[in-house]
């Protein structure tokens, strides 16, 4: 994880270095059709505010134990849809906040190893809400390529582990890294999730950490 975290933090930088290299005129020329490149309207300040709806699919997997327990075998896919709200502060840099739910409806499988009379289904609804931000490639046509780098936490709003007397399911860090395309206002992206949660007994004790990561794929559109 923490390989991870510093890979993250070195392509953002990256980005940054590249983004604020290019030339004011680059940043305010029009593209071919006379208008801004991105046809975002600026606000009195400069910045050009950017909406994004995506929605996506996180495979399933692995959870890894903390504690050198191991791996435990789960059906963890979750469907996801998200909204991510923020500013271009050039044609090149975006950064913005986002909010997401996603759900978990496989079988649990083998986590009954780590956990007495868990139950067969995740059913676990979870909300990460996390600090994006985006490196766009400019291109002379409408499509564009980007890096997208996000890092926040996942909080567990329900889910077949949470119940009276047996315990609660809770999130934990939440990591997002891929690239995509941006074509006219269209998203296509894939990459990386990385995911951790734990459960607290009903004696408030923390049976078990773990972390899962796994790939997504997702599509939207851009405001």
Known sequence: MKRFIILVAAIVCGSLTVSLAASPADKESPNNYGEN??????DESGLRHQVEVNAGFITGGKLRLKD???LIKTNFSRPY???VVGARFTDYVFAGVGVGVQYAYGDCRLIQL????APEKWGAVMMPIYFN????VPTKTI???????GIGGNVVLSSNFSREGYGHLRGGMFCKFGA???VSKFNFGL???SQSLKWINADNVTNFKAGNNAFYIEAGVKF
Do not use: F
Not at 114 to 117: F, I
Not at 133 to 136: A, C, L, N, R, W
């Open 191 to 193: 990459g990386m999730v």
């Open 68 to 70: 050198d327990k191991g």
């Open 133 to 136: 931000v985006k490196g766009y």
């Open 180 to 182: 995509g395309l941006t």
């Open 143 to 149: 499509v564009y390529p980007y890096i997208s780098v």
């Open 81 to 83: 849809i998200d909204a």
């Open 37 to 42: 490149m991105w046809g975002l309207e600026r």
């Open 114 to 117: 780590a956990t007495q009379n």
